[in-house]
Structure formats: C-alpha cells, structure tokens
C-alpha cells in the first residue's frame, strides 16, 4: 500500500527554489497558470494543499505578452477606488501597454485559491515590465520557458 505524504511547514521552506521567466511574446493567459501552479507547488510531487511549498517567480518583460483575439480591444478591466465616481475602466491595450504587470498579477491572483493562504502565495511573485534588478541573482534563479509562446 502506498503511503501519502504530507509536507510541514518547515519542510516545505527549505524545499524552496526560484525561477525566473521571460514573458515576451507569451499569451497572458497560459503564463498566469504556469506562474500560479508554480506559486502553489503543483508541480512538484509532495504537494500538500494546506502548506504553502510553492516556488518563488520572477516574471520579466511583460511589457511584451500577448493578448489573444480581440481582447486588446473589446475587453476592459475594471478597479473602483470605493469612493462615489471612482470607477475606473481600462482596455486592454491601455492593461498592456501601461499597466502589464498589474494584469498579471491579476490573473495570477484570479487563479489562486481564495483563502489566507493565496495571500502568502502572491507575495513570492516578483514581475516586472523589463529586465529584473541584479539583486535577484544572488538566488541562483533556475530559468524556464514561458507557456504559451507566440512566434
């Protein structure tokens, strides 16, 4: 009979690793998954729902992913301020051009768990619109391809 093992808390920290991603020419989509099954540590063997054993990412170049179809134009995303008239609507050329890092933290965060523990999660998220900082070299991070890549 095959046992199944269930990860502590400790154990899961020191099991930890970085990865980094290039987004450029990657649909938005397809990386939120990839990034967001990393976030959870699905892809690992000893995945425990109950313990954050997750991985910490880095995204770079989202200036430069993808959105499919004609979302660019006809979708738009939507942020209240909760004071009266403070809704804000932006399309999605504007989310991509301008505001690429917050909508894939978004999506990120969309596809997390509802609970405390997808607020622990998103904090190992590090994305940015170009190149990362020198300081995350010191991490060793391990590269991988981003899902979803549009040649």
Avoid at 94 to 119: A, F, Q, T
């Amino acid at each position: 009979m095959q046992k199944t093992t269930m990860l502590k808390k400790e154990q899961a920290y020191k099991r930890r690793k970085w990865f980094i991603i290039n987004a450029s020419n990657a649909v938005v989509g397809k990386l939120a998954v990839q990034v967001a099954n990393i976030l959870r540590g699905k892809n690992k063997i000893d995945f425990t729902p109950n313990v954050d054993c997750g991985d910490y990412i880095i995204v770079f170049n989202t200036d430069k992913m993808i959105l499919t179809g004609k979302k660019s134009k006809n979708e738009n995303w939507y942020s209240h301020s909760q004071y009266i008239g403070g809704l804000r609507k932006r399309s999605g050329e504007v989310m991509i051009s301008k505001y690429s890092d917050e909508l894939l933290n978004l999506s990120v965060r969309g596809m997390l768990p509802k609970n405390r523990l997808s607020k622990r999660l998103i904090t190992k998220l590090h994305i940015f619109k170009k190149e990362p900082p020198e300081k995350f070299n010191k991490f060793n991070p391990i590269k991988i391809n981003a899902e979803g890549v549009r040649i």
